[in-house]
Each structure stands twice: as structure tokens, then as C-alpha cells.
């Protein structure tokens, strides 16, 4: 290389070019991001607070976590409300890879997700959905065999979170005991379809969210066991506004999962973005919940003039030891499948017991 004569000696030439050659270095951007592409899926809308918690809670975490250190970037594609899978289609989209990450409701697996449905054979527990999440988590951890159902349609639970803060009945008309339910039709998801026929009430299976207003208004059913949030959102209370509320409870069996092969092809770093967000998912799904029965309460009220009947507690006695001890049922299939099932609802009515739940039947001990 030559340089022009500048009249300058050699020691400072060298310096010249060095000052010249530090502006460009500066000039030069950081290395770029590695594109990750994510697709989320699942049936049901934003208005579920599970779905509501992955585009508000979920994915912001992960990007806020990954930009720390701006090596990755996610591309986020959504399929919700049917785009891509339709509601009870989640666990398979997840499985062929529709989705790499779901939120699957569990109500509506109660075979191939026979684990998580606990809840729904111990009603009259608890109303407390933090709890319940708590419970569902700490079995999760407890119980290898919970994760190795869903592994089974290749994909691993992230995160679990409720998917109702206090399951009640809206019907059409007026009800205040557990005898005006007799002959009745009620939508039910079919997990809790006992509790319905158990006082003598049919149970008509409820197939997903899109299709209850219709279903209520045309009198497929006269009311629905459902939560008071998705009563609101989707305007329920509109052609059922009365409530009765048993204090069947909490239910927390919504899952964030991700699909296998997908979770295997993602770097450490944005693996563990993930698995962290996950908290953040729980966390804003049951408080988006709560906060909608709250909402809904008062949408349902002021707008459509719901009425509210809360059962005694006599009466929510006689109702829960009106059904068939479903729990230990359950445990039995569980145990038959070479599963923990007694083991299990053992360790979540102790759970229960020992964080002070209105425990109304000690499903695990008669």
C-alpha cells in the first residue's frame, strides 16, 4: 500500500489514518438479531383470558427478555379465534406442528388429559383460582406422569393456568334451590356433566364457546354451567340472565404448551425466554380472569339485569353429597391405566386442606 507525500513524517501518517479509520468503525451497526419465527395458536379467541394472557402477557415477556441481550428476535405469527386450528383442535395443532406453542384447553381432552381433569371431579373445593393454579403447578411438578400425557401428542406443558374463577349456572329462568334444576337442560363442557345430572338436571355437551349464545337462545339448553367473564365477553347473560351459584369452584386446566421437534430447534437462550415467560402467562391469565368476573359482573348487571342466587350452605351440601363420589371414580380409571390417580387426588386435597379451602367433601377419604 502507498501513501500520497503528505509532508508529514511516517509516525503520524500512521495516526491519521487511524483517526480516519475510528468515525467509520463507529458507523457500523451491531451485528443483527437472529430471527426466530414462533407461531401461537389456539381455538378460542382473546376473549378467553388464557388466549387474552399469551398476546398480552406471554409474548411481550419473551421479547422483553431476548432484547437484554439482542441476540434473537421472535417473529410472532397468532392463529386464534379458528385461523389456523378451531376450538378442541389445539392439542393436535400443537402436535403436527400447526402451532410450535398452544393454549389448550384442557376441559376439552378429559381422555387423552385425563390427569388434569382432578378438578372436575372435586367440586365444592375451592373458589380461589390462585390456589387451584398453585395446586394444578405443584401436581405438575409432583407427578411425572402429568407431563408424559401430553408428551404423548408431542408437546411439553410450559405452564398451567385457571380456566374459571368460579364455575355457576346461568339459566333463563329464575332458579334459587337445587330442586328447580330437575328436567332441565344444561350446557355442560362434559367433565361436569355430573354435576348437573346429580340433582337431576341433563346435561347437553357444550362444544365450544362460538355456538352457546345460539344454542341458549334457541333452547338447545336453558342455561350453561360457565364462569362469569365469558358470560359477559361473549354475551350470554343477554339471553340467560340469572345466575345460580353453587361454589362449584375453581378450575385450572388451561395449558401452555410447545411443540416438541420446535422446542428442539430453538437456541438455549430463547428456550429459557420461554419456559420463564411462561410465569408471566399463569400470572395474567388468572388475573385477567378475575378481573374479568369483576367486569362481567357488572356488564351482566347493569346491561342485561342479571340476577344472582347464592346457594346456602346447606344447600351446597346437599348438592355436592347428592353426586357420586366422581373423585374417587376417577382415581380408580386412573389407577386401572397405570396412573397415580389415587396418589394424585390424595396430594390435592392436602393441598387444598393445608392452604385453609372451604373444603364442603373430603372427596379423597370416604
Known amino acids: 500500500m502507498t501513501f500520497l507525500n503528505t509532508g508529514l513524517p511516517a509516525k503520524y501518517i500512521g495516526l491519521a489514518a487511524a483517526a480516519i479509520a475510528l468515525p467509520a468503525l463507529a458507523a457500523m451497526p451491531a451485528a443483527a438479531a437472529k430471527r426466530i419465527n414462533l407461531t401461537v395458536i389456539s ?13 398480552k402477557a406471554f409474548m411481550p415477556k419473551v421479547d422483553e427478555i431476548l432484547a ?27 402436535q403436527t406442528g400447526l402451532g410450535d406453542i398452544g393454549v389448550v384447553p384442557g376441559p376439552f381432552h378429559p381422555s387423552k388429559l385425563s390427569l388434569y381433569q382432578i378438578g372436575y371431579v372435586t367440586p365444592f373445593t375451592s373458589v380461589d383460582i390462585k390456589t387451584t393454579t398453585a395446586a394444578m403447578t405443584h401436581l405438575l411438578g409432583e407427578y411425572p406422569a402429568m407431563g408424559k400425557q401430553a408428551q404423548r401428542f408431542n408437546q411439553s406443558v410450559l405452564a398451567l393456568a385457571g380456566t374459571a374463577e368460579n364455575y355457576a349456572i346461568w339459566t ?40 352457546v349464545y345460539s344454542s341458549l337462545k334457541t333452547g338447545v339448553y336453558e342455561g350453561s354451567v360457565l364462569w ?14 340469572h345466575q345460580l351459584d353453587p361454589g362449584f369452584g375453581a378450575i385450572s386446566n388451561a395449558l401452555l404448551t410447545v411443540n416438541m421437534d420446535s422446542w428442539k430447534k430453538m437456541p438455549a437462550e430463547v428456550q429459557a425466554a420461554v419456559k420463564t415467560a411462561s410465569a408471566s402467562w399463569t400470572a395474567g391469565s388468572d388475573g385477567a380472569t378475575l378481573g374479568g368476573a369483576n367486569w362481567g359482573k357488572g356488564v351482566c348487571t347493569e346491561k342485561f339485569g342479571q340476577t344472582t342466587t347464592a346457594l346456602s350452605a346447606d344447600q351446597r351440601r346437599k348438592w355436592a353429597f347428592a353426586m357420586p363420589n366422581t373423585a ?39
Open 43 to 55: 381455538g378460542n379467541t382473546h376473549h378467553y383470558a388464557p388466549v387474552g394472557a399469551a398476546i
Open 68 to 94: 437484554k441481550t439482542g441476540n434473537y428476535k421472535v417473529s410472532w405469527i397468532t392463529g386464534f379465534g379458528g385461523q389456523i386450528v378451531k376450538v378442541r383442535g389445539e392439542l393436535e395443532g400443537v
Open 172 to 211: 333463563r329462568k329464575k332458579i334459587s334451590r337445587v330442586e328447580d334444576l330437575k328436567g332441565m337442560k344444561i350446557g355442560a363442557v362434559g367433565t361436569n356433566a355430573a354435576w348437573v345430572s346429580s340433582v337431576g338436571g341433563v346435561p347437553v355437551i357444550l362444544k365450544g364457546l362460538a355456538t
Open 228 to 241: 362469569q367473564q365469558v358470560m359477559a365477553a361473549f354475551k350470554f347473560c343477554e339471553v340467560t340472565p
Open 328 to 366: 374417587q371414580a376417577w382415581a380408580e380409571r386412573q389407577d386401572k391405566a397405570g396412573l397415580p390417580g389415587t396418589k394424585m387426588l390424595s396430594s390435592f386435597m392436602d393441598y387444598m386442606r393445608a392452604n385453609k379451602q372451604v373444603v364442603v367433601r373430603n372427596w379423597d377419604k370416604e
